[in-house]
Structures are given as C-alpha cells and as structure tokens.
C-alpha cells in the first residue's frame, strides 16, 4: 500500500518571501512523486516529477522538489513567492498500485 | 492541444433528479479516472478505466452512481437519484499506458449543486 501526507493544510506566506510545502510517503517499493497545482475554478495540472536520477527536480513557474529516499520526503520549494502561486498544491505518489495516490492538500497563500 | 474536456461545467438541480457528467479524455490516452472532490473528503477517486473497461469501481459511493465508457473518446458519470450529499467538484483526468510515471491529465471539473 502507498500513501502520502501533506503535512500543512494551510501555508501564509508574504509576497517574494521563500515557501516550503512538505510532503512525506509511505510504499513498499519504488515510487514515482509528482506535485500538482490547482488554481481557482481549475483542474489539477503537472508542476514537475521525479521518476529516477537527480534527486533535485525543477518545474514550471519556478518550484523545484527535492526526493529524499532516506527520510520519505518530497518537499516542493520555491525561493520567491508571487501573488499568482496562490493556488492549491497536491502531492501524488505512485508505486506498485500503478494508480496515484493524492495528500490532502496544502493551500498557499500569499499575501502582498 | 486540445486537453481533457468535460461538460457541463456547472449544474445545479433538484434532488431526485439524475444528472450525467460527460468527459472526453485527451485522444491516445487509455486510462481515463473519475474523481470528486470536496472540503471534506479531498480529492477521491471514483472508478478508472482502461481501454474502455472499468478496472477499479471501489470508489463509487453507492448504486446511485454509475460510470460508462462506450469509447475511446467518450465517458459518463451519472448520479441517479441525486441527493444533497452528492454536491461537489467533479473531475475527469486521463492518461496513457501507466507505468506509474505517466502523469495525470486533469479537466476543468464540472460543479454540481444538488438542491
């Protein structure tokens, strides 16, 4: 079984300040993660990926997400927030299943 | 490219009524995943397809709801009766062959109100 927890329902962050938004699995085997982002009235849409190889992975609208085997993690992070990355972030895992599992969820919001 | 379509993107109806979803998923991909959503529960997955067949339905939260897919480019959710409970944000998503390192492609959500 796989599983994924976001550990932040809710982050508030000012505007050009730096975001961290954790997430942490659990699986018996490989795993691929993903973060996706929903803005407002949206679907789900791919912010980046890590499959293999770099550890550290980079995205669209400059987040990056660092895998760490060791702790379970895969933490997305950007260095400076703008108003429009308010949104809500999903982290998904996918492992022997095949099918991803999704967190909860973490709503960012920034505030200028 | 034209993404994962679904329509209505809002309904709003009486209880007791039926409602049906529709979805056409992005072309050449052959899973296709209904979810819904909502404060409560977050996102959950209903039922996926693969090649047109239903693979998991063990997320379909009562006989009231069923899901069809008589082709490739073309998938139903239908609540029937509807009930107030049944009022959420409803997504279709697709994609190809997974591995499990192909990503999800998701639609815009349709928003049902059952009043």
């Known amino acids: 079984a796989q599983s994924v927890t976001q550990l932040d329902s809710q982050v508030p962050v000012f505007e050009e300040a730096p975001v961290e938004l954790r997430c942490n699995y659990s699986s018996s085997v490989s795993v691929y993660l993903f973060w996706y982002v929903q803005y407002p009235n949206q679907g789900l849409q791919l912010l980046l990926k890590?499959?293999?190889?770099?550890?550290l992975v980079k995205g669209i609208n400059g987040f990056e997400a660092e895998f760490n085997k060791s702790q379970t993690s895969f933490h997305l992070r950007k260095p400076s927030v703008h108003i429009s990355d308010t949104a809500e972030y999903f982290c998904a895992v996918t492992g022997g299943s095949y099918i991803p599992t999704f967190g909860r969820g973490t709503s960012l919001i920034v505030h200028p | 490219d034209a993404g994962v379509i679904q329509s209505p993107r809002h309904e709003v109806t009486e209880m007791g009524q039926e409602v049906t979803l529709r979805c056409k998923p992005i072309?050449?991909?052959?899973?296709l995943f209904w979810y819904r959503q909502t404060m409560m529960r977050g996102l959950e997955l209903l039922i996926y397809?693969?090649?047109?067949?239903?693979?998991?339905d063990s997320g379909m939260p009562e006989d009231r709801f069923s899901a069809k897919m008589p082709n490739a480019s073309f998938s139903t959710l239908k609540i029937q009766p509807s009930e107030p409970r049944d009022s959420a944000v409803y997504f279709c998503?697709?994609?190809?062959?997974?591995?499990?390192?192909?990503?999800?492609?998701f639609g815009d959500g349709t928003r049902l109100s059952i009043l």
């Open positions: 890590y499959l293999s190889g770099s550890t």
């Open positions: 998503a697709s994609s190809f062959s997974t591995g499990g390192y192909q990503p999800q492609h």
């Open positions: 397809f693969n090649n047109n067949v239903p693979i998991d």
């Open positions: 072309s050449g991909h052959d899973y």
